[in-house]
């Protein structure tokens, strides 16, 4: 179980910083939209990165994850019961398989950190539920993450969801802040209790990240040393986006 750091080093971004990181947003969701439509059966992991490397570059922006902590490629590519921080490559995708996109792009000094994952062809009714519960749960994440609320409200509002359909939720990798730097203060789980952890303020911008599995929670870490998947190979799911927390509302940075 990983140690879940608290309120120390929130930053909170002014108007102005929020606009920036609104641009850094709408290149990852443009980017994860053009990566998104090339997913087919027969395409590799790699051309989908090679596509994030150009879309990106085309956006004035820089890719995020290119040599963090030594990561080797701009995208994260995790297929079936990898759950994140697959490394694009040589991988065909086969009809029926699922695949996390994650992905960030930097720029004017600001991050945005955004994921989906998508069907490859024809997929089963078991995976499209994964999906769909991922995808939910992260709504239900971005709904509670409102001022005055804390931040175990949202963490749990994201286990509560899934754990309702019958899916398990990731511990050793969570959410985080995120702005000038990646990853910055809070770490934001998956699962926790309401009424726990600091309390949301406006100007916090953070990355919501629910990970979902069909089985057990546990995972570990492949021969690559970055491709985490599922202790028990059954399919995993993530969907992501970086918010702000606003007077109006949480805020979704990532669209177009
Ligand atoms: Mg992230």
């Known amino acids: 179980m990983i140690q879940i750091r608290h309120e120390m080093g929130i930053i909170l971004k002014s108007p102005r910083e929020i606009t920036q990181m609104r641009g850094a947003g709408r290149v990852v969701a443009a980017v994860l939209e053009e990566v998104g439509k090339k997913v087919r059966p027969g395409i590799t992991t790699a051309e989908l990165d090679d596509i994030a490397v150009s879309e990106v ?5 820089e890719a995020s994850f290119k040599g963090y902590r030594g990561f080797p490629a701009s995208i994260c590519t995790s297929v079936n019961e ?3 921080h697959g490394i694009p490559g040589s991988r065909v995708l086969q009809e029926g398989e699922i695949i996390a996109l994650d992905f960030g792009a930097l720029m004017n000094g600001f991050h945005g950190d955004a994921a989906v994952t998508v069907g490859v062809g024809k997929i089963s009714t078991e995976a499209q539920k994964i999906i769909d519960a991922t995808q939910g749960a992260l709504q239900a994440g971005i709904a509670a993450a409102r001022i005055g609320a804390r931040l175990g409200d949202v963490s749990a509002a994201i286990q509560s969801y899934a754990e309702a359909r019958g899916f398990s939720v990731v511990r050793e990798y969570v959410g985080h802040g995120i702005g000038r730097e990646l990853h910055e203060d809070p770490q934001v789980p998956n699962f926790g209790v309401t009424g726990e952890g600091p309390v949301l303020q406006k100007g916090m911008t953070m990355a919501l990240e629910p990970m979902l599995n ?31 927390i606003d007077e ?9």
């Open 82 to 84: 990898e759950v994140v």
């Open 214 to 244: 069909a089985g057990g929670w546990r995972t570990s870490v492949a021969e690559d040393k970055w491709t985490v998947v599922t202790a028990d190979g059954r399919l995993s799911a993530h969907f992501e986006h970086t918010i702000v």
């Open 248 to 256: 109006n509302g949480p805020g979704i940075l990532t669209k177009l």
């Open 57 to 61: 570059k085309k956006r004035g922006a």
